[in-house]
DNA sequence: CCCGATCCTTGATCTGGATCAACGTCCGGG
DNA sequence: CCCGGACGTTGATCCAGATCAAGGATCGGG
């Protein structure tokens, strides 16, 4: 693992008030490996093994029932994921693979729950970090219900404008097909939904994206943070 | 408040474990109050103050956006709600009302974030209880999203059958209104979803329903435990 | 005992989004 | 340089579920 790398591991919200030596346990307990484009790390309803915190890359997290197949979310760097799962010492509720080459580090979950019994810093980090993914799901869940396909595409390129510095260009994280499966509906929704904020000022040339009009736009996705800040 | 319901709080996973002193503490904090039916507890975007646990009754968590409204989730007697915003101080996501008349135990969020950070135990209690917040809304996102509305109908009716030990006849524990919000469905379709189901052995009178041929419904709902079951 | 309100059901219609199909564009490999 | 495949767009059609409308059933209150 590299100086840097370690440092950003050490950095994030889980780790930062863990004990010195209980984190270098951890560390030389853990796996580091880097993964191809669509492989698969984790499959639903086996037992959680390891803690993934992804360092480079992009993983998705999806879950199937009946020959379906739904994207759950997409983890960036800095995201750890299964956490739930490996404290709870249960099964995944969802599968995940790489959406990219990724590199992932890999806690086995004995570890995990070694560290979370013996380390009181360690397991209040947990609690909040358990918090954020939960609230993270209540926002999700409203989007999903709330708004129409269209609006969940302005709302969430008004996110990643914003997350961009607020220029009004940027460039999408994902594909269109991923975009659309996380935004909960088809590649062909996608398009035309893309074509329907055209009068909204959203120009996308590949994943490109100009948002030369955001207070029209703003007028149809009316954005909450409540639903849409990632911090709240 | 009564020594039974004082029992059944101290049983609850989130405060098994928690040292009798401090226990004591938040109890001589908390305020014990009863609700009558439809009173607002708490609105999203409110700070949170309170920590609830509901003793007697029943609360609905909703959301609101642009003038729709969405059930999020029905909170049954033994369960808490708004730990997350309480632990991370922050701003309720979900606003609650009582649905019935309700008993709910009020513990201010400064002596639960006090507790939090003495009582080791409570904040791993904490975490599991935390968890499995996660993992419910986690399944529920999969039951919305992977399942039509009447499959949603048919493998929660299956479910109260489990929870009621099987027998095959139960009741309804909410009124058909509240189990369409919370089956994310319209009381129109609910209505007609039941009749779709009604060849599959269901017959619903009212609040009671009896499954007549619970094979033919599993075949049609494939109730799935990473997606139905409580305790996965 | 009747009235009005609430809840549920049923029917008719509408619509957002899924599905099916075809086509253009880009890009990597032979 | 050309071919084949992945990806994205656009058009046509279909369907689940929402919406609109109306009619029973039940129940508490005057």
Known sequence: MRADELANVRGLQLFRDMDDARFADLMRAAYLQTFPPHVQLIQEGDRADFL???????????????????????????GTFILAAVLKDAVHLMSARTAVKSRILMIPAEAVRGAF??????????????????????KAQKDLKLR????????????????????????????????????????????????????YGVEADGPNVVLSSVADLQRLAKPNPLIDDKAV
């Open 52 to 78: 993934f915190i992804v360092t480079e890359g992009c993983v998705e997290l999806f879950a199937a029932w009946n020959g379906h197949e739904i994207t759950m979310m997409m983890v960036e760097p800095g």
């Open 117 to 138: 019994e013996r380390d009181d810093a360690f397991s209040r980090s947990i609690v909040l970090e358990l918090a954020d993914c939960y609230r993270g799901m209540v």
């Open 148 to 199: 129409s396909g269209v609006e969940r595409l302005a709302a969430r390129l008004l996110r990643y404008d914003r997350e961009h510095g607020g220029t009004g260009t940027f460039s999408l994280p994902h594909d269109k097909r991923t975009l659309a499966a996380l935004l909960g509906m088809t590649p062909e929704n996608l398009s035309r939904a893309f074509a329907t904020l055209r009068p």
